[in-house]
DNA sequence: AGCAGAGTTCATTTTTTATTGAACAAACTC
DNA sequence: GAGTTTGTTCAATAAAAAATGAACTCTGCT
Protein backbone atom coordinates (compact mmCIF):
# COMPACT_ATOMS: atom_id res chain seq x y z
CA UNK A 1 0.00 0.00 0.00
CA UNK A 2 2.04 2.68 -1.05
CA UNK A 3 1.36 6.18 0.17
CA UNK A 4 -0.25 8.65 -2.43
CA UNK A 5 1.16 12.12 -2.91
CA UNK A 6 -2.31 13.43 -1.73
CA UNK A 7 -1.49 12.12 2.11
CA UNK A 8 1.62 13.81 2.61
CA UNK A 9 0.61 17.38 4.19
CA UNK A 10 1.67 20.26 2.82
CA UNK A 11 5.09 21.85 4.54
CA UNK A 12 4.31 23.81 7.38
CA UNK A 13 5.50 27.64 7.44
CA UNK A 14 8.63 26.56 9.56
CA UNK A 15 9.42 23.70 7.41
CA UNK A 16 9.49 25.55 4.41
CA UNK A 17 11.38 28.53 6.16
CA UNK A 18 14.17 25.93 7.15
CA UNK A 19 14.17 24.47 3.65
CA UNK A 20 14.34 27.57 2.37
CA UNK A 21 17.76 28.65 4.29
CA UNK A 22 19.46 25.22 3.10
CA UNK A 23 18.41 25.90 -0.59
CA UNK A 24 20.76 28.99 -0.25
CA UNK A 25 23.25 27.21 2.05
CA UNK A 26 23.91 24.47 -0.52
CA UNK A 27 23.58 27.14 -3.28
CA UNK A 28 26.21 29.00 -2.13
CA UNK A 29 28.24 25.08 -1.79
CA UNK A 30 27.48 25.27 -5.56
CA UNK A 31 25.03 22.06 -4.88
CA UNK A 32 21.59 21.68 -7.09
CA UNK A 33 18.66 23.55 -4.68
CA UNK A 34 16.60 19.83 -4.51
CA UNK A 35 19.18 18.89 -2.43
CA UNK A 36 18.73 21.63 0.22
CA UNK A 37 15.20 20.62 0.04
CA UNK A 38 15.82 17.08 0.93
CA UNK A 39 18.76 17.98 3.47
CA UNK A 40 16.35 20.78 4.91
CA UNK A 41 13.32 18.89 4.96
CA UNK A 42 15.19 15.81 7.03
CA UNK A 43 16.80 18.39 9.49
CA UNK A 44 13.59 19.50 10.54
CA UNK A 45 11.43 16.41 10.86
CA UNK A 46 11.40 14.70 14.19
CA UNK A 47 11.41 11.09 12.27
CA UNK A 48 12.55 9.43 9.41
CA UNK A 49 11.16 9.83 6.42
CA UNK A 50 11.40 8.10 3.03
CA UNK A 51 12.19 8.40 -0.43
CA UNK A 52 8.17 8.89 -1.44
CA UNK A 53 7.83 10.67 1.25
CA UNK A 54 10.12 13.49 0.28
CA UNK A 55 8.67 13.33 -2.87
CA UNK A 56 5.17 13.67 -1.97
CA UNK A 57 5.92 16.63 0.88
CA UNK A 58 8.21 18.31 -1.73
CA UNK A 59 6.25 17.63 -4.75
CA UNK A 60 9.88 16.79 -6.48
CA UNK A 61 10.09 13.84 -8.71
CA UNK A 62 11.58 10.47 -7.45
CA UNK A 63 14.21 10.66 -9.73
CA UNK A 64 15.09 14.26 -8.14
CA UNK A 65 14.98 12.62 -4.99
CA UNK A 66 17.05 9.65 -5.52
CA UNK A 67 20.01 11.61 -7.24
CA UNK A 68 19.69 14.01 -4.13
CA UNK A 69 19.75 11.41 -1.21
CA UNK A 70 22.44 9.68 -3.19
CA UNK A 71 24.83 12.70 -2.98
CA UNK A 72 23.81 13.60 0.67
CA UNK A 73 24.88 9.60 1.39
CA UNK A 74 28.25 10.64 -0.33
CA UNK A 75 28.71 13.39 1.41
CA UNK A 76 27.69 11.43 4.58
CA UNK A 77 24.97 14.16 5.14
CA UNK A 78 22.18 11.33 5.38
CA UNK A 79 22.10 8.68 7.82
CA UNK A 80 19.94 5.31 6.41
CA UNK A 81 17.55 3.97 8.44
CA UNK A 82 16.20 -0.19 8.12
CA UNK A 83 13.25 -0.14 9.74
CA UNK A 84 11.37 -3.26 10.37
CA UNK A 85 8.06 -4.54 8.54
CA UNK A 86 8.92 -3.01 5.82
CA UNK A 87 11.54 -2.86 3.01
CA UNK A 88 11.25 1.09 2.63
CA UNK A 89 14.48 2.81 3.35
CA UNK A 90 13.98 5.45 5.51
CA UNK A 91 16.57 8.63 5.81
CA UNK A 92 17.61 11.44 8.60
CA UNK A 93 20.11 13.87 8.59
CA UNK A 94 23.77 14.19 9.66
CA UNK A 95 23.62 16.79 12.14
CA UNK A 96 27.71 16.68 13.48
CA UNK A 97 29.27 19.27 11.45
CA UNK A 98 32.42 17.83 11.77
CA UNK A 99 31.32 15.00 9.59
CA UNK A 100 29.28 17.26 7.27
CA UNK A 101 32.46 19.94 6.43
CA UNK A 102 34.91 16.52 5.98
CA UNK A 103 32.47 14.72 3.57
CA UNK A 104 32.20 18.16 1.79
CA UNK A 105 35.42 18.77 1.65
CA UNK A 106 36.77 15.08 0.30
CA UNK A 107 33.65 15.10 -2.21
CA UNK A 108 33.62 18.13 -3.50
CA UNK A 109 36.54 20.16 -2.83
CA UNK A 110 39.72 17.46 -3.09
CA UNK A 111 39.03 16.45 -6.38
CA UNK A 112 39.70 20.24 -7.80
CA UNK A 113 42.93 20.65 -6.01
CA UNK A 114 44.23 17.72 -7.10
CA UNK A 115 43.06 18.12 -10.47
CA UNK A 116 44.87 21.15 -10.37
CA UNK A 117 47.89 20.07 -9.05
CA UNK A 118 48.23 17.54 -12.01
CA UNK A 119 47.29 21.00 -14.26
CA UNK A 120 50.23 22.65 -13.01
CA UNK A 121 52.72 19.66 -13.55
CA UNK A 122 51.84 19.86 -16.94
CA UNK A 123 52.55 23.44 -16.74
CA UNK A 124 55.87 23.25 -15.31
CA UNK A 125 56.57 21.29 -18.38
CA UNK A 126 55.69 23.45 -20.96
CA UNK A 127 57.18 26.50 -19.22
CA UNK A 128 60.30 24.69 -19.44
CA UNK A 129 60.10 24.76 -23.00
CA UNK A 130 59.95 28.55 -23.65
CA UNK A 131 62.92 29.41 -25.46
CA UNK A 132 62.83 33.19 -24.20
CA UNK A 133 64.73 33.10 -20.56
CA UNK A 134 63.30 36.68 -19.47
CA UNK A 135 59.63 35.32 -19.95
CA UNK A 136 60.95 31.38 -18.40
CA UNK A 137 61.93 33.73 -15.40
CA UNK A 138 58.39 35.11 -15.28
CA UNK A 139 55.85 32.00 -15.77
CA UNK A 140 58.40 30.46 -13.48
CA UNK A 141 57.45 33.11 -10.88
CA UNK A 142 53.86 33.13 -11.33
CA UNK A 143 53.34 29.06 -11.26
CA UNK A 144 55.39 29.42 -7.77
CA UNK A 145 52.97 31.40 -6.43
CA UNK A 146 50.33 29.59 -7.62
CA UNK A 147 51.83 26.64 -6.19
CA UNK A 148 51.84 28.48 -3.14
CA UNK A 149 48.36 29.31 -3.10
CA UNK A 150 47.20 25.82 -3.68
CA UNK A 151 49.67 24.40 -0.81
CA UNK A 152 47.94 26.93 1.24
CA UNK A 153 44.09 25.67 -0.11
CA UNK A 154 45.58 22.12 0.96
CA UNK A 155 46.84 23.01 4.56
CA UNK A 156 43.66 25.27 5.27
CA UNK A 157 41.43 22.14 4.78
CA UNK A 158 42.43 20.50 8.09
CA UNK A 159 42.32 23.54 10.41
CA UNK A 160 39.03 24.51 9.29
CA UNK A 161 37.81 21.35 9.90
CA UNK A 162 39.58 21.47 13.31
CA UNK A 163 38.11 24.68 13.38
CA UNK A 164 34.27 23.98 12.36
CA UNK A 165 33.80 20.28 13.90
CA UNK A 166 33.36 21.18 17.35
CA UNK B 1 43.23 53.56 -34.06
CA UNK B 2 41.68 50.91 -32.15
CA UNK B 3 43.24 47.57 -32.49
CA UNK B 4 41.58 45.33 -34.43
CA UNK B 5 40.57 41.92 -32.99
CA UNK B 6 43.23 40.83 -36.08
CA UNK B 7 46.11 42.26 -34.64
CA UNK B 8 46.04 40.37 -31.46
CA UNK B 9 48.28 37.19 -31.53
CA UNK B 10 46.62 33.38 -30.49
CA UNK B 11 46.57 32.49 -26.73
CA UNK B 12 50.35 30.53 -26.46
CA UNK B 13 50.30 26.83 -24.76
CA UNK B 14 51.19 28.51 -21.84
CA UNK B 15 48.91 30.73 -21.54
CA UNK B 16 46.07 28.34 -22.14
CA UNK B 17 47.16 26.21 -19.82
CA UNK B 18 47.01 28.86 -16.89
CA UNK B 19 43.87 30.34 -18.34
CA UNK B 20 42.17 26.37 -18.28
CA UNK B 21 43.29 26.16 -14.24
CA UNK B 22 41.80 30.00 -13.53
CA UNK B 23 38.60 28.99 -14.92
CA UNK B 24 38.36 25.47 -13.22
CA UNK B 25 39.49 27.36 -9.93
CA UNK B 26 36.72 30.37 -10.47
CA UNK B 27 34.16 27.81 -10.88
CA UNK B 28 34.48 26.10 -7.96
CA UNK B 29 34.15 29.12 -5.91
CA UNK B 30 30.71 29.34 -7.93
CA UNK B 31 31.97 32.30 -10.53
CA UNK B 32 31.42 32.18 -14.54
CA UNK B 33 34.34 31.18 -16.12
CA UNK B 34 34.82 34.02 -18.50
CA UNK B 35 36.02 35.58 -15.36
CA UNK B 36 38.61 32.74 -14.67
CA UNK B 37 39.83 33.64 -18.35
CA UNK B 38 40.50 37.23 -17.62
CA UNK B 39 41.68 36.65 -14.51
CA UNK B 40 44.04 34.15 -15.75
CA UNK B 41 45.29 36.05 -18.88
CA UNK B 42 46.13 38.69 -16.63
CA UNK B 43 48.06 36.56 -14.32
CA UNK B 44 49.79 35.16 -16.65
CA UNK B 45 50.69 38.25 -18.96
CA UNK B 46 53.86 40.63 -17.70
CA UNK B 47 52.34 43.85 -18.87
CA UNK B 48 48.61 45.44 -18.01
CA UNK B 49 46.00 44.44 -20.72
CA UNK B 50 43.09 46.90 -22.07
CA UNK B 51 39.60 45.77 -22.44
CA UNK B 52 39.93 45.33 -26.04
CA UNK B 53 43.41 43.27 -25.47
CA UNK B 54 41.00 40.97 -23.36
CA UNK B 55 38.52 40.62 -25.94
CA UNK B 56 40.53 39.82 -28.80
CA UNK B 57 42.94 37.80 -27.26
CA UNK B 58 40.25 35.94 -25.53
CA UNK B 59 37.70 35.99 -28.09
CA UNK B 60 35.21 37.15 -25.67
CA UNK B 61 32.67 40.02 -26.12
CA UNK B 62 33.14 43.33 -24.76
CA UNK B 63 30.28 43.05 -22.60
CA UNK B 64 32.12 39.55 -21.09
CA UNK B 65 34.90 41.44 -20.92
CA UNK B 66 33.31 44.68 -18.80
CA UNK B 67 31.18 42.88 -16.44
CA UNK B 68 34.61 40.25 -15.97
CA UNK B 69 36.54 43.08 -15.08
CA UNK B 70 33.93 44.87 -12.73
CA UNK B 71 33.61 41.59 -10.36
CA UNK B 72 36.85 41.14 -10.53
CA UNK B 73 37.83 44.93 -9.46
CA UNK B 74 34.72 44.69 -6.90
CA UNK B 75 36.62 41.36 -5.53
CA UNK B 76 40.19 43.44 -5.31
CA UNK B 77 41.55 41.07 -7.70
CA UNK B 78 42.50 43.16 -10.73
CA UNK B 79 44.71 46.62 -10.56
CA UNK B 80 43.40 49.80 -12.59
CA UNK B 81 46.46 51.08 -14.48
CA UNK B 82 46.52 54.40 -15.98
CA UNK B 83 48.83 54.94 -18.91
CA UNK B 84 49.39 58.36 -20.27
CA UNK B 85 49.18 59.41 -23.79
CA UNK B 86 46.04 57.23 -23.85
CA UNK B 87 42.67 57.47 -22.01
CA UNK B 88 42.61 53.80 -22.21
CA UNK B 89 42.17 51.53 -18.82
CA UNK B 90 44.79 49.26 -18.57
CA UNK B 91 44.05 45.83 -16.01
CA UNK B 92 46.66 43.63 -14.16
CA UNK B 93 46.42 40.61 -11.47
CA UNK B 94 46.40 41.31 -8.12
CA UNK B 95 48.67 38.91 -6.98
CA UNK B 96 48.32 38.94 -2.98
CA UNK B 97 46.38 36.07 -1.67
CA UNK B 98 45.58 37.65 1.42
CA UNK B 99 43.70 40.56 -1.02
CA UNK B 100 42.11 38.03 -2.90
CA UNK B 101 40.72 35.84 -0.37
CA UNK B 102 39.57 38.98 1.81
CA UNK B 103 37.70 40.23 -1.29
CA UNK B 104 36.10 36.88 -1.93
CA UNK B 105 34.60 36.65 1.02
CA UNK B 106 33.58 40.31 1.67
CA UNK B 107 31.60 40.07 -1.75
CA UNK B 108 30.66 36.46 -2.13
CA UNK B 109 30.58 34.38 1.02
CA UNK B 110 29.49 37.56 4.21
CA UNK B 111 26.32 38.77 2.48
CA UNK B 112 24.68 35.28 2.28
CA UNK B 113 25.84 34.39 6.26
CA UNK B 114 24.28 37.64 7.24
CA UNK B 115 20.97 36.83 4.81
CA UNK B 116 20.99 33.45 6.54
CA UNK B 117 21.10 35.19 9.87
CA UNK B 118 17.63 37.03 9.24
CA UNK B 119 16.03 34.09 7.99
CA UNK B 120 16.96 32.26 10.87
CA UNK B 121 15.75 35.24 13.01
CA UNK B 122 11.94 34.84 11.44
CA UNK B 123 11.80 31.31 11.82
CA UNK B 124 12.52 31.76 15.48
CA UNK B 125 9.46 33.92 15.70
CA UNK B 126 7.64 31.30 13.74
CA UNK B 127 8.61 28.96 15.82
CA UNK B 128 7.68 30.73 19.29
CA UNK B 129 4.09 30.62 17.78
CA UNK B 130 4.30 26.66 17.58
CA UNK B 131 1.27 25.66 19.85
CA UNK B 132 2.77 21.34 20.42
CA UNK B 133 4.93 22.04 23.22
CA UNK B 134 7.52 18.95 22.20
CA UNK B 135 7.47 20.05 18.70
CA UNK B 136 8.52 23.19 19.54
CA UNK B 137 11.66 21.98 21.84
CA UNK B 138 12.56 20.27 19.18
CA UNK B 139 12.47 23.18 16.58
CA UNK B 140 14.57 25.18 19.50
CA UNK B 141 17.31 22.69 19.70
CA UNK B 142 17.29 22.63 15.61
CA UNK B 143 17.73 26.21 15.14
CA UNK B 144 19.83 26.73 18.06
CA UNK B 145 22.23 24.27 16.37
CA UNK B 146 21.68 25.97 12.98
CA UNK B 147 22.87 28.98 14.74
CA UNK B 148 25.99 27.79 15.96
CA UNK B 149 26.96 26.11 12.57
CA UNK B 150 26.84 29.96 11.19
CA UNK B 151 28.53 31.33 13.96
CA UNK B 152 31.43 28.95 13.36
CA UNK B 153 30.81 29.72 9.24
CA UNK B 154 31.32 33.59 10.41
CA UNK B 155 34.51 32.47 12.76
CA UNK B 156 35.93 30.52 10.48
CA UNK B 157 36.31 33.32 8.38
CA UNK B 158 38.85 35.37 9.95
CA UNK B 159 40.63 32.12 10.75
CA UNK B 160 40.89 31.49 6.87
CA UNK B 161 42.40 34.67 5.89
CA UNK B 162 44.78 34.77 8.63
CA UNK B 163 46.14 31.86 7.42
CA UNK B 164 46.09 31.74 3.77
CA UNK B 165 46.63 35.47 3.72
CA UNK B 166 51.01 34.98 4.44
C1' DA C 1 29.13 71.84 -31.12
C1' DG C 2 30.30 67.57 -33.48
C1' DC C 3 32.91 63.50 -33.73
C1' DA C 4 35.47 59.43 -32.13
C1' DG C 5 37.15 56.35 -28.81
C1' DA C 6 36.34 53.75 -24.56
C1' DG C 7 33.45 51.49 -21.78
C1' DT C 8 28.74 50.14 -19.83
C1' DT C 9 24.11 48.34 -19.92
C1' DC C 10 20.72 45.22 -20.66
C1' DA C 11 17.31 42.63 -23.70
C1' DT C 12 18.07 38.64 -26.39
C1' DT C 13 20.33 34.34 -27.42
C1' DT C 14 23.17 30.57 -26.28
C1' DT C 15 24.93 27.34 -23.22
C1' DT C 16 24.89 24.87 -19.15
C1' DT C 17 22.72 22.72 -15.39
C1' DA C 18 18.90 20.74 -12.97
C1' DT C 19 14.68 18.26 -13.10
C1' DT C 20 11.46 15.17 -14.84
C1' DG C 21 9.36 10.84 -15.84
C1' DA C 22 9.18 6.54 -18.29
C1' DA C 23 11.65 2.34 -18.61
C1' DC C 24 14.20 -0.66 -16.01
C1' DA C 25 16.08 -3.65 -12.24
C1' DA C 26 16.04 -5.70 -7.74
C1' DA C 27 13.79 -7.47 -3.86
C1' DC C 28 10.00 -9.12 -1.66
C1' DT C 29 5.05 -11.50 -1.51
C1' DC C 30 1.74 -14.79 -2.26
C1' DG D 1 6.87 -17.39 -11.00
C1' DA D 2 3.55 -13.61 -11.72
C1' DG D 3 2.65 -9.53 -9.57
C1' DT D 4 3.95 -5.55 -6.46
C1' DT D 5 6.65 -2.42 -4.21
C1' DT D 6 10.94 0.21 -3.96
C1' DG D 7 14.38 2.52 -5.88
C1' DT D 8 17.68 3.70 -9.96
C1' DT D 9 18.99 5.29 -14.50
C1' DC D 10 19.19 8.22 -18.18
C1' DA D 11 17.29 10.49 -22.40
C1' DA D 12 14.36 14.31 -22.92
C1' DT D 13 12.72 18.75 -21.18
C1' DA D 14 12.62 22.75 -18.40
C1' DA D 15 14.92 26.19 -15.87
C1' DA D 16 18.79 28.95 -14.75
C1' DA D 17 23.01 31.14 -15.80
C1' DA D 18 26.31 33.09 -18.84
C1' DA D 19 27.55 35.39 -23.02
C1' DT D 20 26.51 38.31 -26.77
C1' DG D 21 26.07 42.56 -29.27
C1' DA D 22 23.59 46.69 -30.39
C1' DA D 23 22.34 50.88 -28.31
C1' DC D 24 23.79 54.00 -25.21
C1' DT D 25 26.67 57.18 -22.12
C1' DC D 26 30.64 59.61 -21.01
C1' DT D 27 34.97 61.85 -21.95
C1' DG D 28 38.19 64.13 -24.55
C1' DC D 29 39.57 66.30 -28.76
C1' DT D 30 39.45 69.78 -32.48
Redesign the pocket.
Known amino acids: ???AEEDKPALSEIERQVIDIFVDGV?VL??????G?IYGLLYVSRGAQ???DLVGRL????????????LL?SLGAVREIEMEG?????FEAAVDLKRLVGGFIREQVRPHLESGQTKVGLLQESIGAEPDAEMRKFYDERVERLENWMRRGRMVLPVMQKFLGQ
Chains 1, 2 share one sequence.
Not at 30 to 35: A, E, K, N, Y
Request: no cysteine.
Open positions: MPERGLPGSVESLDGISKGSASQGLRKTRRTY
